[in-house]
């Protein structure tokens, strides 16, 4: 048709030439950029692919989605996460272990720039992503309760183990939703997490033990 822009609002200037090694995390920076500034639903693929300076072919070899671009780090995140788990000493009681590896598994990944941050507030902000959002977190949440479950000798699926589990991700998102509206950046996130989750980590290792 003649005269029509398929992208009427100003986009970022894209990155020339072939894509190399980075690219995955080069077209995730660029379109967290575009989501922050127009929205998710109102950023389609092809603003991504002129902005990351790849064919719209060649975005579908990285991601099968947009919603991928932004759950793909949470989601290696809480695969992470049950790695540190796996590796915890089993000397070291169950909630310390636990605690442990949520804190140091988010300082690995929360870097300095917030863009881990930048990408969770874009999953609590866009309704497009939030109806996504509880599957994700039971992945994570179950993480946990199968770590304690291998512990205490029980089934994920039973109360303590779920109860902790669930116990802990609230905590945890929490801990990120009141972090979002003071700064953009993660400095202080880490030891704050810490902080508060060594209270109710106590609590729930005397339930154990109990």
């Known amino acids: 048709m003649s005269g029509y822009d398929p992208f009427p609002i100003e986009l970022p200037a894209p990155r020339r ?16 950029e575009l989501f922050r500034a127009h929205g998710f639903a109102g950023t389609t693929i092809d603003m991504i ?17 947009k919603s991928e671009i932004v759950w793909s780090a949470f989601d290696e995140h809480t695969v992470r996460l049950a790695r540190v788990l796996e590796r915890a000493d089993v000397a070291t009681p169950t909630m310390t272990a636990v605690r442990e590896s949520i804190v140091d598994t988010l300082g690995e990944d929360a870097d300095p720039d917030g863009l881990w941050l930048r990408r969770f507030e874009l999953i609590d902000t866009s309704p497009e992503l939030r109806a996504e959002e509880s599957a994700h977190w039971i992945v994570w949440s179950n993480v946990v309760a199968g770590f304690v479950a291998g512990r205490i000798g029980a089934e994920p699926g039973d109360l303590m183990p779920s109860a902790i589990g669930g116990a802990v991700q609230a905590a945890f998102l929490s801990r990120l939703r009141s972090w979002l509206p003071a700064t953009g950046r993660t400095a202080g996130l880490v030891t704050d ?18």
């Open 49 to 65: 692919a002129v902005a990351s300076g790849v064919s719209k072919t060649s975005f579908f070899r990285y991601y099968s989605s």
């Open 17 to 32: 030439g072939r894509p190399h090694s980075s690219s995955r995390e080069a077209i995730s920076e660029r379109a967290i």
């Open 193 to 210: 997490l810490d902080r508060e989750l060594a209270p109710l980590c106590r609590v729930l290792q005397e339930w154990i033990e109990a």
